[in-house]
């Protein structure tokens, strides 16, 4: 099966070397294709066409089997602290000949978070997915304008789940937790109850009311 996504991750470890030695030892079970370490340098662990053991349980689009379908990347990052300039670099690059290669859309470059929301988290809140955005290497958001979000016979998390769905969130999770899961994506600085901003990143234009 040829990758279809690109699942990013952190590795939650304090150093590339850690993270490394851990992704290499096959009693461990867990692997991802590539690493970027803090200071930009890059390791390949298993070839994009193989399988590797780095997505686990979760769902995007209905398809639950991610390991089959996906290209893993490990950035080093204990999950607390920006991404350095260096290695985003490293990242920009990879993703643009990746997505080449394999024919892979903006929209199918996903964090751990969005296929597994509520048992995974990263890239967390910390990633720069605007920046990605920019450059064509993530799914743009349009600014909310010309249209009414709200639709007074829908309840807003009905309208969350229907963008949602749209988007390729389809783990079966509750509403808290898709919700915390979008604005780890889209508004990670959000708290509290759903707003009309919570629903402007997800809004596809033919599904504006």
């Known amino acids: 099966m040829s990758p279809s996504l ?52 979760g769902s995007w689009c209905g398809q639950e089997d991610i390991n089959s379908r996906s290209i893993g990347i490990e950035l080093d990052n204990a999950g607390n602290h920006p991404f350095s300039e260096p290695q985003m670099a490293v990242l920009e690059e990879l993703l643009g000949q990746i997505m080449a290669r394999w024919a892979i859309p903006p929209e199918a470059i996903i964090g751990h978070s969005d296929m597994a929301p509520g048992r995974k988290i990263d890239p967390g809140s910390r990633f720069d ?27 807003p998390v009905e309208l969350l789940r229907r963008y949602a769905q749209d988007l390729g ?23 509290g109850e759903i707003t009309v901003e919570d629903l402007a990143p997800l809004a596809q234009s033919d599904l504006w009311f």
């Open 169 to 191: 969130y389809t783990a079966e999770v509750d509403d808290m937790v898709l919700l915390s899961a979008l604005r780890l994506r889209y508004r990670p600085w959000a708290r």
């Open 129 to 155: 997915w605007q920046r990605l955005a920019n450059l064509g290497l993530a799914r743009a958001v349009a600014p909310a304008s010309g249209g009414n979000l709200f639709d007074p016979e829908t309840s």
């Open 6 to 57: 690109i699942v990013l991750h952190y590795t939650a470890m304090q150093s590339a070397p850690a993270a490394l030695a851990r992704l290499c030892d096959p009693q461990v079970e867990v692997s991802a294709h590539y690493l970027i370490g803090r200071d930009g340098r890059l390791w390949q662990m298993v070839p994009e066409a193989q399988r590797a053991w780095h997505a686990g349980a």
